[in-house]
């Protein structure tokens, strides 16, 4: 006998029973809450906000490259990024900007990245790898700015598993829910911004 | 992990006179409690949450070798490679192997407490291995060579001044007593072990049935590190960790943060499905999960079943009175406070930590908190009853235990014991009307004086006052047994 | 209103006049008072140390002491609240733990049948004192005992209430705990008592007299001979000799 044997065998005589052959999939679905946009935009900025995220809204995607010139001016942050592929297309240089479509390096410094949805009940990021989304871009830089349109917000986060399961073929290899900069209590409870992940994270909500 | 458990009364003196300890207990214990009072405000229904929460992780156990079985399924579908070990020492020999295979020299790991069961660190350094700890707390502790003293602060017993201390002696550094500088020292000696590692380990918070996936929950962002840049990923977790589906992953989501460090959210949810997608630039190529039982199932089903919910958030020990004066390292393994009081009793064998059961006044106040709804002081008299009927109480316990209950149920013979026994306290007293020593009880004497009884007992006087006032004049003495059980028919 | 007083075993033996306060106060509070004479404890302090016997035995003498009343009333959060568990011990049998439940639904921490269920309100009379409220874990966490002992000490002319710090934190009773593990609950009760001195207070009060000794306990060997240590009920039937004056 394996030890899996010998663990699922101690299970069953704990549980008094072999094992079902099948178990209904627990339905706990939450139905969203059917509330205007307006009212999760309002929810999930004033989330991000206090989750320590930067939020700037502007109106249509090419308006991106001058938003994020704008953030990195007042940061005084350098005008050099790594991007996620899908981001090429927009225009940077007008802006100012200087951004490599691929994996970041521990060096680079500013990380921008689409998202997949927003959640407005935390004020969360949901980002998932794939070839062309590279994971550590919203890992590795210091400052990771992420791209969120506004119809892409969802109220709670089983309607962004349900969205991920519509239009993905499956569960991607990493599904990342983030929310704000990383942190760390770890020294006498005092919370410290700025642990190993992103110092900085700035949605900017397009739409 | 060395097991201290059995010398609870001694570790306890120890802490309790350890004045830097007590002062980081008093000044940083409370914080995670105020943050959760504060977190909850936000949330409607906090209570629907728990008996959500509750009823998830109760239905999961019913069926946890059905989901067990789905887990692996799904998990193998992906590439994942899904480990069983019966034990601590072989989910360690298990995680050695892989390492082997893969030709590994540099380790990473981020928070796990199953390795922590297992000891898995010493047992890779002498494999020949580096391992390196990366949570922050966590690598405070690898360089002080000590154990965590806390579920998820694991170096809540530490002040800046000994982290200080310690990154000085090994990065040499100089001193300081800013925190975000002494944070900033670690980020940048732990970035290169990120980089440079070839495989990471995790624990796994909760393992997703329905998809096969491992879910990690940090708030420093090391499980993505550990995750997402060596080439093998090994995630080691127990096997009760399990839940069917997302949606209840969820649920769960609401109430371990709240509960654990008043954060709405974890900073970084991530749920691993499987190995590096083909032509993709990140993730590890190999995927591994170790389901470790070391004692679990054991549980199931029996009088401790319901010990097995937890979904390790710290709450009962931030709120725990007992936890908050001894710390962490007294209860002598990996799970402290009240959670360990019932787990390590539950894993190691009842006679390896016989002082943990007893280590509460049953306040409850981990109970109205547990996101779970374990009833934790229920769990620790269980316990205390099995230390009883196994006679593994000292034999006056168990002596003194009966004589009590015989006299409470012969009211004549408890008068009577009673009204010498107050006499006798009275006497012994002194002109404060205070006993200082009292034979057999300098447990209580040591440290606090015993008021003295105020007169004759209650029911004494109260038997001459009715008499004195011709109400009630019959003194009743025990009735027979017989007479009892006649009193209790209809 | 037919009470049956459950005294328990503590104020019997150490503090009678909590008994005699209790008789005062629901007497004043419209209640015909009886205290079987049969009875001795609830069982607690043997069934917390894992003598399952205890609880269930002890529970079926006080069936058989209480069973008659119209309620049955305790000066302890923590009796009523281990009378409370007892149907939990009577599972296999479904008849008596029915007959368990009727009883024990009936059966009230004092300050809470004085202030929710007593056929007229107590009206406290007058004393002249600041307090500091001492909240004990079984009363407050398993039936809520929290504002009733507050509300009457508040109508009590002339008592003045300061809140310690972490009122609601354990003093270090836990019954046994308090001599097997004396270390730890002589430095929880040394925390207590510091937070409730901070108050500045004249008395400690709390509504279990386990609380109250060890709070003494510790108290008295700091070496603080003076601030009282005392039973809410002691309190509030002091202050019915003191009729409440005109305000002016
Ligand atoms: S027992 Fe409850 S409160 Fe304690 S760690 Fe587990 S889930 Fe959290």
Known sequence: ?207 | MKIRSEQFKGNVRKQLADEALQSNLSRFGGGFADRRRDALVKVDDFEALRDRGASIRAEVLENLDYWLLKFEAEAQRRGTQVHWAETGAEANQILLNIARNAGVQRVVKSKSMVSEESGLNEVLTEAGMTVTETDLGEYILQLANEPPSHIIAPAIHKSRDEVSALFEKHHGTPRTDDIPSLCEEARGQLRPHFLAADMGVSGGNFLIAETGSVTIVTNEGNGRMVTTLPRVHVAMTGIEKVLPTLEDLSAILRLLPRSATGQDITNYVSILTGVRDEGAMDGPQENHVILVDNGRSRLLGGDLHDALRCIRCGACMNHCPVYQNIGGHAYGWVYPGPIGAILTPAFLGLEKALDLPQASTLCAACEVVCPVRIPLPDLMRVLREKELTQGLRPWHERLSIRLWRWLALHPGWYAFAARWGTRLLRGMAGSDRLLHTLPGLDGWTEGRDMPAPQGETFRDQWRKKQAAERKIIPIRLDPSPSEKKAGLKK | MRIGLFVTCLVDAMRPSIGFASVSLLEAAGCEVTIPDTQTCCGQPGFNSGDRPSGIQLGLAFLRDFEGFDAIVAPSGSCIGMIHDYPTLFKDDLALQARLNVLTAKCYELTDFLVNHAPKPLSPGRLSMTVSYHDSCTGLRQLEIKSQPRFLLQQTQGVELREMKDAEICCGFGGSFSIKLGDIATQMADKKCAHALETGCDAIVGGDLGCLLNIEGRLRRRGDPHTQVKHVAELLAESLVNPQLEKS
């Open chain 1, 1 to 207: 006998m394996s030890a899996r044997d010998r663990i699922l065998e101690r299970v069953r005589a704990g549980l008094k029973r072999p094992t079902p052959v099948s178990v209904a999939r627990p339905d706990r679905s939450l139905a969203p809450m059917a509330r205007p946009v307006s009212h999760l935009l309002n929810d999930f900025i004033a989330r991000a906000e206090s989750l320590q995220s930067t939020v700037a809204q502007v109106a249509n995607l090419n308006a991106v490259p001058a938003a994020v010139a704008e953030y990195l001016q007042a940061q005084g942050l350098p005008r050099k990024s790594v991007i996620w592929p899908s981001l090429k297309a927009l225009d940077w240089f007008s802006s100012g900007l200087t951004a490599e479509a691929r994996p970041p390096v521990s060096e680079d410094r500013l990380g921008i990245t689409e998202t997949f949805c927003g959640i407005a009940e935390t004020g969360t990021l949901l980002l998932h790898s794939g070839v062309d989304h590279f994971s550590t871009t919203s890992l590795l830089p210091e400052t990771h700015i992420a791209i969120l349109r506004v119809d892409r917000l969802v109220e709670r986060m089983e309607q962004a598993f349900a969205l991920m399961q519509s239009e993905l073929d499956q569960l991607p290899r990493a599904t990342n829910f983030i929310s704000g900069p990383s942190r760390t209590a770890d020294i006498e409870q005092t919370i410290v911004i700025g642990a190993h992940g992103p110092r900085r994270v700035h949605i900017i909500l397009v739409g």
